[in-house]
């Protein structure tokens, strides 16, 4: 009933700037907690932020700074705009949806978006 749409992924030098969406569609949920998380070849899947149904944000301390998480609440999307890239950000970052159903909390993972930076 849940599904997430993602998109934004692309191509960049170091030095410049992406923006990811993460939308959530389906009915029967609402909204916990939506976030962005990478994995890099070879290396464990990351939180990368996190946005809160209350609007509290947490970041990796690798891109706090550069990057900033934000929501669009009526259309259940997530944003991750993405500055100043470096060649070490390069992965597939991936959108969860954390929702309550009506009597649990579950997570929901989108499939993956390539993001590239060349040095």
């Known amino acids: 009933q849940v599904q997430l749409e993602e998109s934004g992924g692309g191509l960049v030098q170091a030095g410049g700037s992406l923006r990811l969406s993460c939308a959530a569609s389906?009915?029967?949920?609402?909204?916990?907690?939506m976030g962005w998380y990478r994995q890099a070849p070879g290396k464990q899947r990351e939180l990368v932020a996190l946005i809160r149904s209350g609007g509290s944000t947490n970041y990796a301390d690798s891109v706090r700074g550069r990057f900033t998480i934000s929501r669009d609440s009526a259309q259940n999307t997530v944003y991750l705009q993405m500055n100043s890239l470096k060649p070490e950000d390069t992965a597939v970052y991936y959108c969860?949806?954390?929702?309550?159903?009506?009597?649990?909390?579950?997570?929901?993972w989108g499939q993956g978006t390539q993001v590239t930076v060349s040095s």
């Open positions: 389906g009915s029967g949920f609402t909204v916990n907690t």
């Open positions: 969860k949806l954390n929702y309550w159903s009506g009597y649990k909390f579950s997570d929901y």
